[in-house]
Each structure stands twice: as C-alpha cells, then as structure tokens.
C-alpha cells in the first residue's frame, strides 16, 4: 500500500510522497475500500466544463483552517503547512488521499452517526471530504486570495502543575517491530502531593518530531502484583536493569509486571488541552507513584537523538462534584496469568479476539449504576481494527466505539458527547481484530512489542441514584 509507506519515515518520505502525489503517484489506486475510487470519480464529473471545481480560498481553505492547521501550521506538529496555498497545492493529491483514507485528520473513532457522539471529533463530514478530492482532482486551482481567514488560537491550560521527566536521548532499538523507536518508561518528578484530584493536561514534549505518544499511569506502590511483589518492588526491579540509562523499556503499559490504577493521561501530537468531562476529575491518592511511558520515534533523526525533557502540565483541584475512576480491562492480557494463555493464530490477515465482560462487577451490589464517559482503545503492532459496544441487560445493543483502522501512533482518548449509562445485567463487548501475516509463531499477550493487547481504557463516574 503506497499510502502507508508514505506515512512510515517523514520528513524524506514525506517529501518524496508529495512529488509523487503531484504527479499522481502517491493515490491508493488499489480499491481495497473503494473509498478513495468512489470520492474522485465522483470529484471528475464536477469537472465538467471546469466552473464546478472548488478553489483553495473560497472552497478548501475554510475547511484546512478548521480542521488541519492547528497542526499544519508553522511550528506545529505536522511536517509540512497548509495555511499557505503553495504548499497545499503540492500536498493536494495526499491530502485527498488521506482525507478520502479517514487517516487524516488523525481521529480513528467512525464518526457518522453509526456508533458514538464524540467531545471534539475530528472525523471530517463526508462532504468536506468531496470538495477536497474535488479540487485535487480538478487540478487545485486557488481562486480568490482571502485574507480573513485566521489561524486558531493556540489553548494553553490554566493554573498547571509541571511533571517532568528526566531528559533522555532515546536510541533506536533496532527490532523487526520498533526498527526507529524506542518505547521507555520513567517515575515524574515531582510526585504529586497528598491526595489531589486531576481534571485536566496538556503534555509539552520536548520534541515535536521524537515524541510520538505519551501516557501517564497511576500506581499504588504498596499494591501486590503477580508473583508476589509489590508494584514499588517491581518498578525498582525495572529501573535497577539499566543503570546507566534512565527509566526502563516498557512498551505496552508501565513495564512489565506492574499493575497501574488507571491511566489518566494518553497523548498524542496535536491533541491540545484535555479536560474531563464538567464537573468530574480523577482522584490520585497518596504515595500514588506517576509513570509516563514516552514512545520515541527517530525515523526523521540522522545520527545520535538529542537528549528530549517531556513535560505533562496536569490540572489539579482538592474537590470535585463527581469522581470518576480509570478502569484497563482486558481480559486478553489477563489470560497470560490464567494457565493457558489466549494466543492469535500467526499468518493470518484477520484473527478475531473478543470478550466480555458483566457490568455487575465493577458496581459491587452496591452502585446502581455508572456513567461512561471516555474510552481508550489500545493494541499494538499487529492490530487492525477495534469495536465497543455496550449489549444492555434487555438485550438491546448500543455501539460505543469503531475503530475500523487501527493506527498505533494516535493514542487518543475519545469522551463522549452524552456519557453512556451502565446499569445491572449489562455487559461489555470488544472485538479486536488483528493483521498476523507478520508474525512467525503464535502472538502473545502481554505488553512488549511483539505481544499484543485488547484494551479499552474506560473513564467512568458513580451513578448514586
Ligand atoms: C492532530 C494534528 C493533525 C491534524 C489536525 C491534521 N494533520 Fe495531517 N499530519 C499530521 C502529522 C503529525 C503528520 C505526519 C505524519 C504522521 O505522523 O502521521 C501529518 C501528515 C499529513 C499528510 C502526509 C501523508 C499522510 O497521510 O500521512 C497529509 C497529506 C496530511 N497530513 C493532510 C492533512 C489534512 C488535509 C488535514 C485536515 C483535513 C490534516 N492533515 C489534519 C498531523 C495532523
């Protein structure tokens, strides 16, 4: 698939990429979803007589201003701009391609009415999408140059607290699996104080080309975890294992072994400011121990990374109306722990896992019910496409979530518009399904590169009545 190569290695690939793409080259001419096919053959009949084709200011450039320049801007995350109609008429065949492909703008959710309303979608309207393969395909003409078009504020977070991580200059490990990466964990500093309940971030990485994603865990470290340990024991285990680096590998979660609370910061570039959900926040207590696990990415390094000082700023406040708490379920991970552990057929296009799990048991007979308010969807390497959905106790069947391609690089955190309501008798669903033709031996769980995972992150809140 031309469209992933031209993802793998920017800036090089990228730059090659756009002189392919405006020669033609770089389109996704394979039809293997026939989404790409169906937008530009229905952008040449706007063609016709030529006075149908969208132009750049009037047509397309309101829409890059909305959806794409908050990255593609001067000094942002994105590798090239899109403010500017030189430059967008090079990346015009790309972008209809990305646009048409749903890989740009990065938001993996479907977003159609079909499964789920989400806080902040950037899921583009199917019409958007026609008039930017339109104006490709028409030759991107630019039209009427405008200048009342602005470039959107950048949102900084109020009154944060900054959680650093040690500078480290990550090096290529250099596997099948994370060929220019480098996955690594390391405690913030400072911990946070005495009992403090966290309601929003927004993570500075240091390095806009390095850092590709960044999640915090919370771990209670007096908490005993598989084979008897304690998660401090664990963690100092971890550290102790490269003493002339700082932090330890980890891939999958806080490293190997541990067992986090809840995970209240995922990230990724672009994201901006998260704030929970109005009134709600997460409550971390004491002694609490706080873990970023950093994923660098030196494809676009020449030579030796700089040494990269990540910084979360998080939100903190004594109270809240509402506290909600992070849950981690998989059940294909915790197979590892139960004799035989689940594996994924290796060699295969499609290996199915799913499971479920009883609402009952996160209420205890005790809460009548919880509100759903934001779910993470995490595999690894092999994944391929995700699906959520909520099977009520009345047997009816509600959709939370559709990943249907799967990108490793976009940690995002989706919160819904309307929280979901759980009750008794309700169950979880989630199906993953994985792409094995890579693999040589039967896929593990577990929480390196090579393992895989089918984790939905769920933020929830106590429903009281
Ligand atoms: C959240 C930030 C963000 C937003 C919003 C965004 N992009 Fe991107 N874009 C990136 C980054 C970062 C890359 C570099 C490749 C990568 O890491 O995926 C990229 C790469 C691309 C590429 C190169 C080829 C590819 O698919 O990777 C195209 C084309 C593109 N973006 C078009 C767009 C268009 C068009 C929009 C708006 C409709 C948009 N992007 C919105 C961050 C963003």
């Not at 602005?150 to 949102?155: I, K, Q």
């Not at 197979?335 to 799913?354: C, I, M, N």
Request: hydrophobic share 40%; glycine share 10%.
């Amino acid at each position: 698939m031309n469209h992933l190569h031209c993802r793998t290695a920017w800036p090089l690939a990228l730059i090659l990429c756009a002189l392919a793409a405006s020669i033609g080259g770089c389109r996704d001419d394979d039809g293997d979803d026939g989404v790409a096919q169906d937008a530009s053959s229905s952008g040449a009949d706007t063609t016709d007589g030529g006075g149908d084709v969208p132009r750049f200011w009037q047509d397309v450039a309101p829409i890059y201003y909305e959806q794409c320049v908050g990255c593609h801007r001067a000094g942002g995350v994105a590798p090239f701009v899109l403010d500017d109609y030189a430059t967008a008429k090079i990346w015009a065949n790309a972008s209809a391609t990305a646009v048409a492909q749903r890989t740009m703008p990065p938001w993996l959710a479907t977003d159609d009415g079909t499964c789920g309303s989400f806080v902040g979608s950037r899921a583009l309207p199917e019409s958007s999408i026609d008039t930017i393969v339109a104006w490709a395909d028409g030759g991107a003409p630019e039209g009427t140059v405008r200048d009342d078009l602005v470039l959107p504020e950048v949102d900084r977070l109020e009154d944060a607290v900054e959680l650093e991580s040690p500078a480290f200059a990550p090096v290529a490990v250099g596997t099948d699996d994370a060929a220019t990466d480098e996955y690594r964990c390391f405690v913030l500093d400072p911990a946070v104080g005495p009992d403090a309940v966290m309601t929003g971030y927004e993570v500075v990485p240091g390095n806009d080309a390095l850092v590709h994603h960044v999640l915090v865990f919370d771990l209670d470290p007096t908490l005993v975890v598989q084979g008897g340990q304690t998660n401090a024991e664990v963690l100092a285990a971890l550290d102790a294992a490269s003493p002339d680096r700082e932090g330890w590998p980890c891939f999958g979660a806080a490293g190997d072994g541990t067992e986090p609370s809840g995970v209240p910061v995922s990230w990724a570039p672009g994201q901006g400011v998260t704030r929970y959900p109005a009134g709600t926040g997460y409550r971390i207590p004491e002694g609490s121990v706080l873990v970023a696990q950093i994923h660098y990415n030196l494809a676009s390094v020449a030579g030796d990374a700089p040494p990269v000082r990540t910084t979360v700023r998080a939100r903190f406040t004594d109270a809240v109306e509402r506290e909600g708490f992070f849950d981690l379920p998989d059940p294909f991970l915790d197979s590892l722990f139960e004799g035989e552990p689940a594996v994924l057929a290796p060699g295969e296009e499609a290996v199915e896992y799913t499971w479920e799990l009883a609402v009952d048991d996160l209420l205890g007979g005790v809460l009548p019910g919880l509100e759903l308010h934001g779910v993470l969807p995490h595999m690894h390497g092999y994944g391929r496409s995700l699906r959520f959905d909520v099977v009520h106790a009345d047997g009816s069947e509600q959709c939370g979530i559709d990943v249907p391609r799967w990108d490793f690089d976009w940690q995002l955190y989706y919160f819904y518009a309307e929280p979901i309501r759980l009750g008794p008798g309700d169950r979880v669903r989630v199906t993953c399904t994985y792409d094995t033709r890579k693999a040589t031996a039967a896929v593990l769980p577990g929480w390196g590169t090579g393992n895989e995972m089918c984790l939905l992150g769920a933020f929830m809140v106590p429903v009281t009545e």
